[in-house]
């Protein structure tokens, strides 16, 4: 084949493509208005006018047959998921205050101790001998101050003689004190109320200031700290609900509230600290459990569509709005994509009405014949992030 029989051709199938792209390609007549070639967009446009052959309608049957449905405006939902690691509301290792042998445990583990109560006693041999040996001192203190004020009242007694003997009194009765305390002392009791661990040791066991008695934990309230990304920190605020549910329980969801936020992020990990409290009156919960923590926060409002009506071109994402029965190509930004519907940023109102099936036939100021009209799409929406790691 000669040079120009196959320039011919390929000059005949360049012009048949860019037919085809100018009548068939969606946003082709923007492309072209933008370029400046304004004939090819008439030419379309009077192409579309004419009726079909033997048509009685005059133009009525060119026009494409589509299902629209209504905007309504929809809330994206922020929510916050992080893992936890609970702990009792109190919890106290309990010591004794001096070195000695147990004599006497009074308490079992697993059951409930109010604060105050005795829960082991040392042997205290020593230290009553020594209360009683104070109050021998005291009395005889005492009885001596008695002696020099009568012999005051007779002047055979100096003042300096009754102030030496009330100075021992009070040293008497600061002796009497201290050894009252050292023999309490070997009494333990319970700090704070609440259930007793397992027992380390056991009736008979030398046991020092530093030696574990029992551990006491206050769980009717089950504390959660977690960790939240950096965008949650100005969302989060004391008081504000929260569910909670247990990894070894996940059918169980519990209510609680934030108890604590830190003051300041983590420069390495750029999370904030976070402190929930879980109400535990049926005692279900346990200190060291490890809880899913889920907060949510109220967003901003978008227009909601159907993900049929989203459309793609050169310049992104748009959509089909009917405006006056004539259609019009509207650029949109997608927010958020659910399963039944599609958050949209546009300058769209509730009740304006967008195409959602037959969008391949619709050009740009094109009537529109609407075959039907479907429900508004489901406004609830829900946007989950990642997990944010907790401790």
């Known amino acids: 084949m000669s040079v120009w029989k196959q320039a011919l051709v390929s000059l005949v199938v360049l012009i048949a493509a860019a037919a085809g792209w100018i009548f068939f390609f969606p946003g082709a007549q923007d492309i072209l208005s933008r370029w400046g070639i304004e004939w090819a967009a008439a030419s379309t446009k009077e192409t579309e006018a004419k009726p079909a052959a033997g048509g009685a309608g005059r133009g009525s049957l060119q ?39 147990l004599t006497e445990v009074t308490v079992r583990p697993g059951t409930r101790v109010e604060a105050g109560q005795v829960i082991a006693r040392l042997d205290d041999d020593a230290e009553e001998i020594a209360l009683d040996r104070a109050r ?37 009765e600061l002796a009497l004190r201290d050894a009252a305390l050292a023999l309490d002392r070997r009494t333990v009791e319970a700090p704070i109320s609440g259930i007793i661990g397992i027992l380390p040791v056991d009736a008979g066991n030398y046991v020092t200031s530093e030696t574990a008695i029992a551990t006491i934990e206050d769980r009717s309230t089950i504390l959660v700290d977690f960790w939240v ?11 504000a609900p929260l569910t909670a549910s247990s990894i070894a329980r996940p059918g169980d969801v519990f209510e609680g509230t934030v108890v604590a936020v830190d003051n300041r992020l983590d420069e390495a990990s750029r999370t904030l600290q976070v402190r929930a409290g879980l109400p535990n009156t049926d005692d279900a919960l346990r200190a060291g459990m490890s809880f899913q923590i889920a907060m949510r926060f109220e967003g901003d409002t ?27 190509r509207m650029p ?4 958020q994509r659910n399963t039944e519907n599609v958050l949209i940023d546009a300058p769209l109102t509730v009740g304006d009405v967008v195409v959602t099936e037959g969008v391949q036939n619709v050009r740009e100021g094109s009537e529109i014949l609407v075959a039907q009209r479907r429900p508004a799409p489901d406004k609830d929406a829900e946007n989950v992030p990642p997990l944010a790691n907790g401790g």
């Open 63 to 101: 026009r494409p047959n589509v299902v629209t449905a209504p905007i309504v405006m929809a809330t994206v939902n922020d929510r916050l998921q992080a893992i936890g690691t609970g702990r009792a509301q109190a919890s106290v290792t309990v010591t004794p205050f001096a070195s000695g042998r």
């Open 136 to 172: 021998v001192a005291r009395d005889d203190a005492e009885a001596k101050v008695e002696r020099m004020k009568t012999l005051r009242t007779s002047n055979t007694a100096t003042a300096v003689q009754l102030a030496d003997a009330e100075v021992v009194l009070r040293n008497a």
């Open 229 to 239: 990304p950096e965008r949650f920190a100005t969302a989060i605020k004391v008081g």
């Open 302 to 328: 978008y227009p909601s569509v159907s993900p049929l009506a989203i459309q793609w071109g050169t310049d992104g994402a748009f959509i089909w709005s009917i405006a006056d029965g004539r259609a019009k």
């Open 332 to 335: 949109v930004r997608i927010v």
